[in-house]
């Protein structure tokens, strides 16, 4: 999740895989979402991963389920690294690093602080502005 300005990226719960998509609706419920932003497997050619195959039924559903949410994939390589590298900069233990949970959401927010970056973000943001 974001900021209400939408400057700084925020990690929220790992959530199990089959408990998603139920997580999701209640959490829109209580929240004003717009953009929803996952993370797209990709290999290191730029191809997508066998994990794709699981990534773009989700994308399909949420599309369907929330319409009025744009839904985007991201790419994430390298995110993983970059979670655990923060980790140790940080300071955090051994013991804490092999948290999957934990990398997990130190990833998604690298994966969301990195679409908040990008040009197609910024680029959305100021057409929205000039409407």
Known sequence: ?????????NALATVETKQL?????????????????????????????ETMRFIEPLAARLRRAYPDKKVV??????TSVMAHRAMLDSGIGKMA???????DR????????????????????FREAFK
């Open 97 to 103: 690093r092999r948290d999957k949970a934990l990398v």
């Open 1 to 9: 999740m974001t900021d209400p300005l939408r400057i700084i990226a």
């Open 73 to 78: 994939l991201y790419d994430e390589r390298f």
């Open 106 to 125: 130190i990833s998604a927010t690298i994966i969301l602080q990195s679409y908040m970056d990008s040009i197609e973000y910024n680029a959305d943001r």
């Open 21 to 49: 998509e139920k997580w999701l609706a209640d959490y829109f419920t209580k929240n004003d979402v717009d953009i929803i932003v996952l993370g797209k497997p990709s290999q290191m050619s730029g191809q997508p991963s």
